[in-house]
């Protein structure tokens, strides 16, 4: 046991069997990495892998993965290559040709950038506001399980300063509310 001793679950009252949830999770991934180590140094002789349970049933919530800068290269990459070709439009020496690139193709290919760089941008500013939104509940759904305890008797959890007792099916509920 652990330097929780003397939180009693709000629901059967007693102490002994509650520890801090971040606590047993984090020994499960420690037991969970030990038993794949040996599975992979010796020979697959039929060891079982013992699946923890809190690491695999109610782990922390997942940080959001920041989006990529794709949009922004291919935004960047399109100005390149529309800024090149208006200069060699502008270069052509032939007169009927630098009549029909400029007022036929230019036209053309300034409509065609200006929407490439609206979509991606918009996007982008999307993804963006999105990333944010996840990591803003997370950081708050993270915050509240780092402060959670888990009585193994009634398989649920608790938070220190409340009484409320959250069985282990409504943690999500719990925690995003
Ligand atoms: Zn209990």
């Known amino acids: 046991m652990n330097n929780n001793i003397s939180l009693s679950c709000p629901n059967c009252k007693q ?30 002789a039929g060891n079982k892998v013992a699946q923890p349970l809190l690491a695999t049933s109610f782990p922390p919530p997942e940080k959001p993965v920041k989006p990529n800068n794709n949009l922004v290269y291919l935004m960047i990459i399109t100005l390149a290559v529309g800024v090149y070709l208006v200069w060699s439009f502008l270069n052509i020496s032939d007169d009927y040709s630098k ?12 409509l065609f950038l200006t929407i490439v760089l609206i979509v991606a941008g918009s996007m982008q500013i999307r993804r963006k506001n999105s990333y944010h939104n996840q990591l803003e509940r997370w950081q708050k759904g993270k915050l509240k399980w780092d402060k959670l305890y888990y009585c193994a008797r009634c398989k649920g959890v608790f938070g220190q300063s409340e009484n409320q007792f959250i069985p282990i099916n409504q943690i999500d509920d719990y925690l995003y509310e």
């Open 15 to 44: 102490p002994d069997s509650v520890r801090k949830l971040n606590s047993i999770y984090e020994d499960d991934l420690t037991k969970a990495t030990a038993t794949i180590q040996s599975n992979d140094g010796g020979n697959s």
């Open 99 to 110: 009549v029909i690139a400029q007022v036929i193709f230019m036209p053309l290919w300034a």
